[in-house]
C-alpha cells in the first residue's frame, strides 16, 4: 500500500490530508503532529475568549481512515523516505511538511507574558484573564489587534502598544488605519503607537511595562503577538531550508524527490521566479489541497492564487488581497457601509495598475476588486 505522510495537522496539513482522502480511498495517510490537542483551527483561538471546548478534529480523521501519531518530527532520511519521529522512523511514499511557525518571544518576554498560537496557549491566556482587570497586548498586527478586541469584549481594560506610528498605517494606508484605530478606541482600547518596548517587570497580577521612551504602563497581565518564525529547527542541515529558515520549494511547492512543503513554512517560487510566502489560512489551505491533486494524479502544479487574508475586530470585518503595503503603492480608498458599521475599500496601484486591495465591512466591494486582481494577475502569468 502506497503511504503519504504529512507533517503538522493544521489548515495546509489537514486540507491535505482530507483532500487525499477524497481523492483516493487506497492510499495510507499518516498525519504526524507534536501538538496533543491537534487537529485544530487557529483563526477562531483570538476571536473570542468564550468557551475553551477541547478540539475535537481527531475524531472525523478516523472516520477517514486517516492516522494520527502525536510525536514530533525530528529529520528526514531523504534517501530511505523515511521521516525521523520522536517515536521511531516512519516510512514514506510521498511526504508533505507543513510544520507551520512559532510565535516570536522578544528577549524581555519572562513566563508570566503569554502568546497565542496554540490552543494550550488559549485556555492558558483564559485562565489568567479571569483573575486580571487590565491587559497589555504588545503588537500591532492581526493577531495583536483581533486579542486585543477579545480582550476588551470580556471587559478587561486593554492596552495596545505597537511599533507603527498608526495602527496597521505603514502596511494598509491612512484611511483603513484610521477607522480601525476609531474602532479600538471606540470600544475602549487604548492606544500607544509608535512604541518599542524595552523590558516588562514583575510577574502576573503586578507587571510594568517599560518602554523605550521610559513610559511606564502598569498592568496585571501581558499579551504579546509581534509575528512567528517557521517551526522549522527540526530541518535544518536537511538542505530544505532557504536562508529565511523556510522550506524552500518550487513553483509547484516541490522540495526534493516525492517531498511538497504546505503553509506558513514554506517559500515557494512564484512563475517570474521570486520567491513568495504567506502567513494566512486560505492559502495554507489550498496549497495542501493542491499538493494532494498533484499526488493523486501525478501531476505539478503552479501555485498561483494570489494571497488572501481576513480578520475580525469588534465584529468589523477586515479581507485582504493580494500585493498590500501602502509604502510602496499609490492607494485610493472608496467609503461606504453604515454609521455603525462604516465600510471601507482601498485599492493599492502600483504604476497605474491595481495590485491588491483591503476592505473594512465591504465583502461585495472586496469581492468585485478580488475578481479584477484575480482576471489581472491570471492575464499577466499568461503574457509571462
Ligand atoms: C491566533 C491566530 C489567529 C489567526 N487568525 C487568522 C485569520 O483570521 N485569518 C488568516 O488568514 N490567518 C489567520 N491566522 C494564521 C493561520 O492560522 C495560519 O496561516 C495557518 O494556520 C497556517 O497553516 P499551517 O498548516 O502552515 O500551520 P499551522 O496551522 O500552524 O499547523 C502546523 C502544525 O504543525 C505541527 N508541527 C510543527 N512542527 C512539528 C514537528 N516537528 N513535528 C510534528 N508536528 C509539528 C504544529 O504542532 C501544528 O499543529 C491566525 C493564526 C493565529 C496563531
Same mark, same amino acid.
Given at each position: 500500500?502506497?503511504?503519504?505522510?504529512?507533517?503538522?495537522?493544521?489548515?495546509?496539513?489537514?486540507?491535505?490530508?482530507?483532500?487525499?482522502?477524497?481523492?483516493?480511498?487506497?492510499?495510507?495517510?499518516?498525519?504526524?503532529?507534536?501538538?496533543?490537542?491537534? $487537529?485544530?483551527?487557529?483563526? $477562531?483561538?483570538?476571536?473570542?475568549?468564550?468557551?475553551?471546548?477541547? $478540539?475535537?478534529?481527531?475524531?472525523?480523521?478516523?472516520?477517514?481512515?486517516?492516522?494520527?501519531?502525536?510525536?514530533?518530527?525530528? +529529520?528526514?532520511?531523504?534517501?530511505?523516505?523515511?521521516?525521523?519521529?520522536?517515536?521511531?522512523?516512519?516510512?514514506?511514499?510521498?511526504?508533505?511538511?507543513?510544520?507551520?511557525?512559532?510565535?516570536?518571544?522578544?528577549? &524581555?518576554?519572562?513566563?508570566?507574558?503569554?502568546?497565542?498560537?496554540?490552543?494550550?496557549?488559549?485556555?492558558?491566556?483564559? /485562565?489568567?484573564?479571569?483573575?486580571?482587570?487590565?491587559?497589555?497586548?504588545?503588537?500591532? +498586527?492581526?493577531?495583536?489587534?483581533?486579542?486585543?478586541?477579545?480582550?476588551?469584549?470580556?471587559?478587561?481594560?486593554?492596552?495596545?502598544?505597537?511599533?507603527?506610528?498608526?495602527?496597521?498605517?505603514?502596511?494598509?494606508?491612512?484611511?483603513?488605519?484610521?477607522?480601525?484605530?476609531?474602532?479600538?478606541?471606540?470600544?475602549?482600547?487604548?492606544?500607544?503607537?509608535?512604541?518599542?518596548?524595552?523590558?516588562? #517587570?514583575?510577574?502576573?497580577?503586578?507587571?510594568?511595562?517599560?518602554?523605550?521612551?521610559?513610559? *511606564?504602563?502598569?498592568?496585571?497581565?501581558?499579551?504579546?503577538?509581534?509575528?512567528?518564525?517557521?517551526?522549522?529547527?527540526?530541518?535544518?542541515?536537511?538542505?530544505?531550508?532557504?536562508?529565511?529558515? *523556510?522550506?524552500?520549494?518550487?513553483?509547484?511547492?516541490?522540495?526534493? #524527490?516525492?517531498?511538497?512543503?504546505?503553509? #506558513?513554512?514554506?517559500? &515557494?517560487?512564484?512563475?517570474?521566479?521570486?520567491?513568495?510566502?504567506?502567513?494566512?489560512?486560505?492559502?495554507?489551505?489550498?496549497?495542501? *489541497?493542491? @499538493?494532494?491533486?498533484? @499526488?493523486?494524479?501525478?501531476?505539478?502544479? $503552479?501555485?498561483?492564487?494570489?494571497?488572501?487574508?481576513?480578520?475580525?475586530?469588534?465584529?468589523?470585518?477586515?479581507?485582504? @488581497?493580494?500585493? @498590500?503595503?501602502?509604502?510602496?503603492?499609490?492607494? /485610493?480608498?472608496? *467609503?461606504?457601509?453604515?454609521?455603525?458599521?462604516?465600510?471601507?475599500?482601498?485599492?493599492?496601484?502600483? /504604476?497605474?495598475?491595481?495590485?491588491?486591495?483591503?476592505?473594512?465591512?465591504?465583502?461585495?466591494?472586496?469581492?468585485?476588486?478580488?475578481?479584477?486582481?484575480?482576471?489581472?494577475?491570471?492575464?499577466?502569468?499568461?503574457?509571462?
Amino acid at each position: 500500500m502506497r503511504t503519504t505522510v504529512v507533517v503538522g495537522a493544521g489548515a495546509a496539513g489537514l486540507a491535505c490530508a482530507k483532500r487525499l482522502r477524497e481523492l483516493d480511498a487506497d492510499w495510507r495517510i499518516i498525519l504526524v503532529d507534536k501538538d496533543r490537542d491537534a $487537529p485544530y483551527e487557529r483563526p $477562531p483561538l483570538s476571536k473570542g475568549l468564550s468557551g475553551a471546548a477541547k $478540539p475535537n478534529g481527531a475524531a472525523g480523521l478516523v472516520d477517514a481512515s486517516i492516522e494520527l501519531v502525536s510525536t514530533a518530527a525530528e +529529520g528526514i532520511d531523504l534517501g530511505a523516505h523515511a521521516l525521523l519521529t520522536a517515536r521511531g522512523a516512519i516510512a514514506y511514499d510521498k511526504l508533505v511538511l507543513a510544520p507551520g511557525s512559532t510565535p516570536t518571544r522578544p528577549h &524581555w518576554a519572562n513566563d508570566d507574558v503569554l502568546s497565542l498560537h496554540s490552543h494550550a496557549d488559549s485556555l492558558r491566556l483564559r /485562565d489568567r484573564v479571569r483573575d486580571a482587570r487590565s491587559v497589555v497586548v504588545v503588537g500591532g +498586527g492581526y493577531v495583536g489587534a483581533e486579542v486585543a478586541a477579545s480582550l476588551a469584549a470580556v471587559g478587561v481594560e486593554v492596552t495596545l502598544v505597537f511599533r507603527d506610528r498608526a495602527l496597521f498605517g505603514s502596511r494598509l494606508g491612512g484611511d483603513v488605519s484610521a477607522l480601525l484605530a476609531a474602532v479600538h478606541e471606540e470600544a475602549g482600547v487604548s492606544l500607544v503607537a509608535g512604541a518599542e518596548v524595552e523590558r516588562v #517587570d514583575g510577574r502576573f497580577g503586578e507587571m510594568t511595562v517599560v518602554l523605550s521612551d521610559q513610559r *511606564r504602563i502598569d498592568t496585571d497581565l501581558v499579551v504579546v503577538g509581534i509575528g512567528s518564525v517557521p517551526d522549522t529547527g527540526w530541518l535544518s542541515g536537511s538542505g530544505l531550508l532557504g536562508q529565511d529558515g *523556510r522550506i524552500a520549494a518550487d513553483a509547484c511547492l516541490r522540495v526534493a #524527490d516525492g517531498v511538497w512543503a504546505a503553509g #506558513d513554512s514554506v517559500s &515557494w517560487q512564484v512563475v517570474d521566479g521570486v520567491p513568495m510566502t504567506s502567513a494566512h489560512w486560505t492559502a495554507a489551505r489550498s496549497q495542501g *489541497r493542491q @499538493i494532494a491533486e498533484d @499526488i493523486v494524479s501525478g501531476t505539478a502544479t $503552479p501555485f498561483l492564487e494570489l494571497p488572501y487574508f481576513w480578520s475580525m475586530q469588534h465584529g468589523h470585518l477586515v479581507q485582504g @488581497i493580494g500585493a @498590500i503595503d501602502a509604502k510602496v503603492a499609490d492607494v /485610493d480608498t472608496v *467609503r461606504g457601509g453604515t454609521e455603525t458599521k462604516p465600510g471601507i475599500l482601498t485599492t493599492f496601484r502600483v /504604476d497605474g495598475v491595481p495590485r491588491g486591495a483591503v476592505a473594512v465591512n465591504d465583502p461585495r466591494g472586496f469581492l468585485a476588486v478580488r475578481a479584477e486582481l484575480d482576471e489581472l494577475a491570471l492575464a499577466s502569468r499568461r503574457a509571462g
